[in-house]
Structures are given as structure tokens and as C-alpha cells.
């Protein structure tokens, strides 16, 4: 079951469109949100929400990377290794997480702590290698700035 | 020259319409609203604008074919799913200069007698969502968006609709079935968008960059745009650069402006002074050139005459420290990766292909590895259901044509031979 908030905030975006069946990509979002990945429980919450079958939902929630199909850690990182991220050295950031801690490409880490995503280009390939932490962009990255800017990220 | 596309994006608060207002924006709503719908599709052919999302398709001939629908409500679709790796050239306009792209689609959407508007953001870009919906509002807030728009009797509605990471979603029928809620898969042709588009209604996707280009149209006329860039091809252009030269990043330029030029310079040319091995011109999908072919000019129309296309005007540089198999591999992981399963042809070939390429970057290549590609290549080119098959099987042959010895010299060596 969504929050009242959440009830909310799917009517408004239900506005929007012309017909339900269109905000179901944005109300996923919101699920996703506000279960923490899109566990059965928000795949229903969903379904009955837009009247949109649960196989309906998932079908289509499955086809995109950025839908969460598993639990996730407290903080996403969203790495790019694509072709100008790689020739700029995004691969020995891989490694780097790896070994400082413990996250390899689609886990999380022991400590629950970072999930790990490889990423194909955020559009920020001019100042490569470049991640996205939860929401915000990070980019020109070393290993020493990688670990620079995920210690603040408890 | 003049920026027009990235005016003012210096400015701090360039993204509030207070400080788009001080620069002149909005300024061609009220000449726009002034005119007729025809009247300002008549200025966009003259201006000879062609869409920047990749394939160069006239403006002019998309919005007439939508106009001369009888349907409606009619739709106007912005592609913001910017999703070409190497690509970053709308990014800037969505989180700097939303208010340009707003009042580009105002402009259109008029012309198009479209009521509704959506901008297909790629899940990608989390701030460029906030920043869209900030401008959206104060848009709204002063009658810019809504019903009766500055008192004219023209209802324009617009709206942002967050994509969730398929690269697949910016192929244009892809994004129609991405934002009616469905799988991005993309459907068959005809009928076209302009016709049975979203919500079966006539609709016009156009791209950021492309829609961008309305305010200083109808500012200074087709004509005087027109002036702008190569006749074939006129207006400014947005190139993103990235790889080793000395200054990455973005560069509003004249259509046309020689390949060459914009990496030595405007990009202070290669990197620590190394020497260029390979250059991808316009986006990954597009072919990639040798440092022998890169004298020529960036527009939709020369580009195909000197082996490449313009694509997005992503300029990947790669100096000679780069393993092309290992690129060529990389760009397949991709494809096969954003393949939508849709076709048999792009599902399974840009499998084979990735596989292939991996075993020979990996010292496991066989004799014959490179026809074999060049087999699977051949027999997707032109089967594919859209053009994402047909880029991967392209970019594969392109590597094998240019750079054939590389290839064959992981297999025999059995490693790369580039770095070891
Ligand atoms: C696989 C694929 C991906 C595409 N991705 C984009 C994209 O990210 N942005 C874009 O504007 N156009 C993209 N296009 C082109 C669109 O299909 C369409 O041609 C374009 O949005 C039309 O706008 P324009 O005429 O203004 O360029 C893509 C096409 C294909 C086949
Ligand atoms: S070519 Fe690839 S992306 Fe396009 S429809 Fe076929 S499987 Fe889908
Ligand atoms: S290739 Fe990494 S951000 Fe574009």
C-alpha cells in the first residue's frame, strides 16, 4: 500500500496524462521510492493503484536499467565505463571500489553502505571518468577523488 | 562567434526567467503568437533547419506533414533522452537555458496548432528534471503555458515525463511506447508519428537542441539564419568533445566547421601533444574515421561523403595509447546491452559480435574471427527493425576497414598488442 503522500503525489502526476496507463513509469518511480526497490509488495501497490495488471507492471518495470529489481544500498552509485569514461581510466575505478569496499558491478557492498551500477554514458563524457552518487553528478574522477567524495556518503 | 544556443549560460541564475528575460528571451513568443501557424513553418523553411537528434530530417517537412493531419488534440514531443554515449550537448540547454527549449516548444506547438507538450527526460539527468519543472512553473505563473497564452487564444500544456535508462527510448516511436507507459520498443513504420503518434494523434518529436533553435528563428527570420553555417545545412551547432584533447567539453559552432578545426583549434588539439590514432565523429554509432579523413566539414549532408555522419556532433578523440579492439568491444558491450529484443537480427547478432570482439581482446581470437564479424555484420545491415542494429553492425565494419592490422594482430600475438 502507497502512503497518503504518495497516493497524493501519483494523482497529481496522473493529471498530466491523458489516460492512466501513462503514468505508470512515473508512479514505478515512486514506488520504487517508497518501498526501496520494486519488491512484490510495490509491484501490487502499483497495480491496484492504476488498475494496470501486476504482470503489466513488472513486464514493463523489467525492460528498464533504472528500475530497481533488488534490494539496494543506502547510496547508489552510478559509474560509467562507456568509451570516453573508459579511454580516461573508468575501469581502474571499478577496481578501485573493489577493493576499497567491496562492491562489484550490480551487488552491494557487506556493509550495506553502496550499491554499485555500470552505467552507458550520463552525458557528462567532457569532464570523463564521471559517476552519479544518488542524484548528483561527479566528475573528472581519480581514484583518490572517488574516495574523496564517497566518504561523505555514511 | 555570437552564442545562441548557450546565450548567457555563463550566468549563474541563466536557468530563471527573470535573467532569461534580462537577455531578450521571450521576446519571439509575442512576434510568434502575431503570426500564423503556416507563417511560422514558412520561416522554419526557410531557415532550412534540420533536427538535431541525430538523423538531419527537415523541420519544415516534419511540422507539415503533422499540420496537414486533420486529428486532434495534436502532440508535441522533445526528445531529452540524450542517451548516445558520448553525447552531452543538450544537457547544457536543459539545465542552463531551460527557458530557451520552453519557449522553442511554445513557438512550435503553435505553429503544430499543438495543445500538449511533453519533454521525454532521460532518468539520467536528476537535475535537469528539477530545473525543467522550476521553469515549467514560472512559465505557467506568467501565462507563457496554459490556456490563453499572453491573451492570444492559443492553449499550449507542457509537461516532463521521466524516462528510466533505455537508450532505445530515444528512437522516436520507442519514446511514443516509453510514454504512453509501455516497453520502449519501437514500433512499425508507417504509419508515421506525424500521423498515429502518441495517444494515436498526429505528433512531432523533435529534439532539444532542435527546438532551441525557434526564438532566434523567428528573432531574425529564416533568411538571415539561413546565413549561418553551410547552405545545405544552416544554423549553429552544438559539438561535444571528449577524449584526449588539451579542452574537452562543448563548443556552439557554425554547421559545418571542418572536423579538424575543432579538435586543434577549438580543443587546443591532442592531449600532452600525443599523436591522434582514431576519432568517432558524431556519437558511437557513428563510423569511425583515421587521422587521415578528419578534414570534413561536421554537417548532416558532408559527413556521409567523407565515410561518417554527424550524428549528435559527439566528437570522440582517442589518442595512440587506445586499444581499438578494445573500444570496438566496449561499443558493442553497449549495443548489445540496449538492444530491446524487439528483431532477431540486432538481439542476437550484437550478442555474437560483443562475444567475438571479447575473445580477441581477451588473446582467445581465431583465424577467421574478422570475416566471421564481418558475416554477422552484413547480415543485420539493413534487416534490423530500426537503426540501432544497423549502427552496431556499422560500427564493427567500420573498425575492421580502418584499422584491419590491429585486429589481426591481437589474434596472432594472442593479447593486445596496445597495452599489453
Ligand atoms: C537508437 C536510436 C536512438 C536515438 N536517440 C536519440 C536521442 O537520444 N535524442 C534525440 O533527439 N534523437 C534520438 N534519436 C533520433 C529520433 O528517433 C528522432 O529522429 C529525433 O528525435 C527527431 O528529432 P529531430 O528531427 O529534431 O532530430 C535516436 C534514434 C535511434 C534510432
Ligand atoms: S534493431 Fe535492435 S533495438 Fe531496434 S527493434 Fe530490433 S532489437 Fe530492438
Ligand atoms: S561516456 Fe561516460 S559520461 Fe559519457
Known sequence: MFSSAAKQEIEDIRTKYPNARAALLPTIYVAQREFGWLSSEAYDAVADLLNVPKATVRGVATFYAMYKQKPMGRHLIQLCTNVSCMILGAERLVDFLKITYGVEPGGVSPDGRFSLVIMECIGACGTAPAMLVNDDFHDNLTEKKLQEILEKYT | ?420
Open chain 2, 1 to 420: 562567434m555570437e552564442t545562441i544556443l548557450l546565450k548567457n549560460i555563463q550566468n549563474p541564475n541563466s536557468a530563471d526567467i527573470a535573467e532569461y528575460k534580462k537577455a531578450g528571451g521571450y521576446a519571439s513568443i509575442r512576434k510568434a503568437l502575431g503570426m500564423e501557424p503556416q507563417q511560422v513553418i514558412d520561416e522554419v523553411k526557410k531557415a532550412g533547419l534540420r533536427g538535431r537528434g541525430g538523423a538531419g530530417f527537415p523541420v519544415a517537412m516534419k511540422w507539415t506533414f503533422a499540420s496537414a493531419d486533420p486529428k486532434f488534440p495534436k502532440y508535441l514531443l522533445c526528445n531529452a533522452d540524450e542517451g548516445e554515449p558520448g553525447t552531452f550537448k543538450d544537457r547544457p540547454i536543459l539545465e542552463k537555458n531551460p527557458h530557451l527549449l520552453i519557449e522553442g516548444m511554445i513557438i512550435s506547438g503553435h505553429a503544430l496548432k499543438a495543445e500538449y507538450g511533453y519533454i521525454y527526460l532521460r532518468g539520467e539527468y536528476p537535475a535537469a528534471k528539477h530545473i525543467l519543472n522550476a521553469a515549467i512553473q514560472q512559465a505557467y505563473d506568467t501565462n507563457l503555458l496554459g490556456e490563453n497564452i499572453l491573451g492570444k487564444g492559443i492553449t499550449f500544456h507542457l509537461a516532463v515525463h521521466q524516462g528510466a535508462g533505455a537508450y532505445i527510448c530515444g528512437e522516436e516511436t520507442a519514446l511514443i511506447e516509453s510514454l504512453e507507459g509501455d516497453k520502449g520498443q519501437p514500433r512499425i513504420k508507417p504509419p508515421f508519428p506525424v500521423n498515429v503518434g502518441v495517444f494515436s494523434k498526429p505528433t512531432v518529436v523533435n529534439n532539444v537542441e532542435t527546438l532551441s533553435n525557434l526564438p532566434y528563428i523567428i528573432e531574425v527570420g529564416g533568411e538571415t539564419y539561413a546565413k549561418i553555417g553551410t547552405p545545405d545545412c544552416p544554423g549553429p551547432k552544438i559539438f561535444c568533445i571528449s577524449g584526449h584533447v588539451e579542452k574537452p567539453g562543448i563548443y556552439e559552432l557554425p554547421m559545418g566547421t571542418k572536423l579538424r578545426d575543432i579538435i586543434y583549434t577549438h580543443c587546443g588539439g591532442i592531449k600532452g601533444g600525443k599523436k591522434l590514432k582514431a576519432v568517432i565523429p558524431g556519437g558511437i554509432s557513428t563510423p569511425v574515421l583515421p587521422p587521415d579523413k578528419i578534414d570534413c566539414p561536421m554537417d548532416f549532408v558532408n559527413m556521409p561523403k567523407h565515410g561518417s555522419m554527424l550524428g549528435s556532433g559527439a566528437v570522440i578523440v582517442m589518442d595512440e595509447s587506445v586499444c581499438l579492439v578494445k573500444v570496438c568491444h566496449r561499443a558493442l558491450k553497449f549495443f548489445e546491452h540496449e538492444s530491446c529484443g524487439k528483431c532477431t537480427p540486432c538481439r542476437e547478432g550484437t550478442g555474437w559480435l560483443r562475444a567475438i570482439l571479447g575473445r580477441i581482446e581477451n588473446g582467445e581470437g581465431m583465424e577467421g574471427d574478422i570475416d566471421t564479424m564481418l558475416a554477422v555484420s552484413a547480415n543485420m545491415l539493413g534487416k534490423t527493425f530500426c537503426p540501432l542494429g544497423d549502427g552496431a553492425a556499422s560500427v564493427v565494419q567500420n573498425f575492421i576497414k580502418h584499422f584491419r592490422p590491429e585486429f589481426e594482430e591481437h589474434i596472432r600475438a594472442k593479447k593486445c598488442v596496445v597495452n599489453g
